[in-house]
């Protein structure tokens, strides 16, 4: 009998952990062992104290696949808290991008015209190439790369995805106190372990 495979979607992480060496490590191989691809990943510290970082992970996979991701990242010990934005509801998703194009003449209009549509804002210029700097949806960052390969592409640099969801809710937040507090349920510390930098994560 034929088993029908659910198709895979692509789907959004947000992901809290303490800001401990190797922990970037460890997710990617966790990814890697299980022969799930990584479609984008951005980490930055959030927390005044920089203690603790968050992750954001865009993956494709069916869903049942996508419910073991989840579990086996919650499952690492510096993980407080895993969520699945894409099933969460509504949220923003932006990337930022520099794009290296070169060209004189009608090309160099075209480009110029071109960066106008997609509001790019141009960070460097000589006699003979650009560089723009365009941020927004993937699809948005796709389309303007595709087009500007027409005029003169030379290279692009793009930082990955950063997401947030909608609405009043949140993620994660600091507390009043300089400490964080979150869903997670372990305490996060600095890299040293010192127990005067600790942020109590709370349910």
């Known amino acids: 009998m034929h ?3 659910e ?3 692509r789907h959004t992480l947000a992901v809290i952990v303490d800001n401990q060496p190797g922990i970037l490590a ?3 191989g966790l990814f890697t062992a299980r022969g799930y691809n990584i479609e984008s990943l951005t980490v930055s510290e959030i927390t005044e104290d920089k203690a603790v970082s968050r992750l954001t992970i865009v993956t494709s996979a069916s869903p049942p696949v996508m419910e073991q991701i989840i579990a086996q990242l919650e499952r690492l010990v510096p993980v ?3 969520t699945d934005l894409t099933v969460q509801g509504a949220h923003v998703e932006r990337e930022l991008a520099l794009v290296k194009v070169a060209g004189t003449g009608d090309h160099r209009i075209e480009a ?3 960066a106008e ?3 790019a804002r141009v960070v460097d210029a000589t006699t003979a190439s650009f560089v723009f700097e365009v941020t927004g949806g993937r699809e948005k960052i796709d389309s303007f790369v595709e087009l500007m390969a027409e005029v003169g592409l030379v290279e692009v640099a ?5 997401a947030i969801g909608r609405g009043a809710a949140r993620t994660f937040h ?10 997670g349920r372990r305490p996060c510390r600095n890299t040293q372990g010192d127990q005067r930098n600790a942020c109590v994560l709370r349910p």
């Open 158 to 162: 793009r930082t990955g995805i950063v």
């Open 3 to 5: 088993i029908k495979q």
């Open 80 to 82: 407080h808290k895993v």
């Open 26 to 28: 460890r997710i990617a």
């Open 174 to 183: 600091a507390s009043a106190d300089g400490g964080s507090t979150g869903r």
């Open 117 to 119: 549509v997609y509001r």
């Open 7 to 9: 198709a895979a979607e």
């Open 112 to 114: 110029l015209r071109l």
